[in-house]
């Protein structure tokens, strides 16, 4: 489905949901998996859609009014500016500043966006029921899908330049962290059905890696956390429930 808010367009791609190995699973390697990504596990989810890319800049200031500028300047470490222009990520947002993004834009559409789960995400990132065991979002060689530490050239990038997962969806490695809906939890081994984390937390979940990342912290199972109010290299991309 398309969306067009204030003549910013985005599409959301239908993810048709199953059941996959959540984790560090064989393609992730023996020596780049941390300890918070095991053990394997067996997750199921329900059908979705999620957002071909991250929000970008323009469609934040569609919805919120405001642009880079003025949100680098609310950074919890840094407020240098590292990409700006209406195809380049949205970034230096806390995970509050995400939902009230959504509550905004679920105003102007009547839709109910959210974050994604966990879960959600990694199953997205590895391609969904289309997956083809690749350790990066769409291919084993980071280069091809993902501005990182060794390519980015210490900057952020429009979005969609790099290719796809085989789903479709840009830039699931690398580039920008992405918020996911739940706190953090520790894993275990039993199956689980459209995970939603634990109902109370200290950090939230964040996934994909960013620019300035080494490869290992790029991977589709690599799990990143942090205080909900955390504003540096990170983005979000939205999910919707499909119907």
Avoid at 47 to 60: C, G, H, N, P, S
Avoid at 71 to 76: I, M, R, V, W
Wanted: aromatic share 12%; hydrophobic share 35%.
């Amino acid at each position: 489905r398309i969306f067009i808010i204030k003549g910013v367009e985005f599409t959301m791609v239908t993810v048709l949901g199953g059941s996959f190995m959540m984790g560090a699973t064989d393609e992730q390697g023996n020596e780049d998996p941390f300890a918070v990504e095991k053990p394997v596990h067996k997750v199921e989810v329900s059908d979705f859609m999620i957002a071909e890319t991250v929000v970008t800049q323009a469609l934040w200031k569609a919805v919120m009014g405001t642009g880079i500028e003025e949100q680098s300047k609310l950074g919890s470490f840094d407020t240098t500016i590292y990409g700006v222009g209406e195809d380049y990520p949205m970034y230096y947002l806390s995970w509050h500043d995400c939902i009230d993004f959504i509550t905004r834009l679920n105003a102007l559409t009547g839709e109910k966006f959210r974050l994604p789960t966990e879960a959600e995400w990694e199953f997205a990132a590895r391609g969904g029921n289309r997956s083809k065991g690749y350790k990066y979002s769409g291919s084993d060689s980071i280069s091809n899908v993902a501005w990182y530490e060794g390519n980015s050239g210490n900057q952020m990038h429009p979005v969609a330049k790099k290719q796809p997962n085989e789903l479709g969806l840009y830039d699931m490695s690398g580039n920008v962290w992405e918020w996911c809906s739940n706190w953090f939890y520790d894993y275990d081994e039993e199956n689980k059905i459209n995970p939603q984390g634990p109902p109370n937390g200290i950090e939230r979940m964040s996934r994909g890696g960013g620019w300035n990342r080494i490869a290992r912290r790029c991977r589709v199972s690599y799990r990143g956390d942090d205080l909900p109010d955390l504003r540096a290299n990170v983005g979000f991309r939205l999910v919707l429930n499909d119907k």
